[in-house]
């Protein structure tokens, strides 16, 4: 069971227009998502996150927002340059009965932005 | 500035023997983690230590066993290795316990034959 969707395997974009990745959930206890980059032969890295609280997270050319009602987050990325294909992770966290708080990723999106 | 380091990035086995794969972090970090990524998977974990001297199951923890030997390092053992285990495997740590990013390594890329 996919708790964290990411329905888009790949997005092609041109360098300068908006790159828009999205992620659907279905566990409501999720209470904190984050977006991670990964290029090729590398970790994946941090990039943005959100609380459940708010709906929209903004830090420079990235901004996150949250509809818990459609239980969906979007990644906005604009304007899109080169340096910014790769693929994107989606995850989410919720507390298990254990006091730890479980992280689950969506499969990924492949971004290409075209110069 | 090396952050979370695993040791070997490549590595071919064959069907049945044995592997460590390493993962040391240098940020003081609480937290570890060990990952495997499979084509259209994402990031499935496999096991996690919350803090120095505990370690738990993750989603998939079958054919793995894992040590935290202190709390710089992560260790994951593949005791009976399966073409199954064939996989990218990431090591992650993280501050704490809450709503902090973790941290990966650039990853082992593991074949089984």
């Known amino acids: 069971d996919q708790q964290v969707k990411q329905n888009s395997p790949s997005l092609s974009v041109q360098e300068g227009r908006i790159s828009i990745l999205n992620c659907d959930y279905t566990?409501?206890?999720?209470?904190?998502f984050l977006w991670y980059k990964k290029y090729p032969a590398e970790g994946p890295t941090f990039l943005i996150s959100?609380?459940?609280?708010?709906d929209k997270n903004e830090d420079g050319r990235f901004t996150v927002f949250l509809n818990k009602s459609a239980k969906h987050l979007s990644l906005h990325i604009v304007p899109s340059q080169p340096g910014d294909s790769a693929v994107y992770f989606c995850?989410?966290?919720?507390?298990?009965?254990?006091?730890?708080?479980?992280?689950?990723f969506g499969t990924g999106t492949k971004l290409q932005v075209i110069p | 500035n090396a952050g979370v380091t695993q040791t070997p990035k490549f590595q071919v086995l064959k069907t049945g023997q044995s592997m460590t794969l390493q993962c040391a972090q240098d940020m003081n970090h609480n937290s570890m983690y060990w990952y495997r990524q499979d084509p259209g998977m994402g990031l499935r974990l496999i096991y996690y230590?919350?803090?120095?001297?505990?370690?738990d199951k993750g989603e998939v923890p079958n054919g793995y066993n894992v040590s935290r030997l202190n709390k710089r390092e992560f260790s994951l053992r593949l005791e009976s290795a399966a073409p199954s285990q064939t996989s990218v495997y990431f090591c992650a740590s993280r501050q704490g316990r809450s709503n902090q990013p973790q941290h990966f390594g650039d990853g082992t890329r593991l074949s089984i034959l």
């Open positions: 959100i609380s459940s609280i708010k």
């Open positions: 566990n409501s206890m999720f209470d904190y």
């Open positions: 230590s919350a803090s120095e001297g505990t370690t």
């Open positions: 995850a989410a966290s919720a507390w298990n009965s254990g006091g730890y708080q479980k992280v689950t």
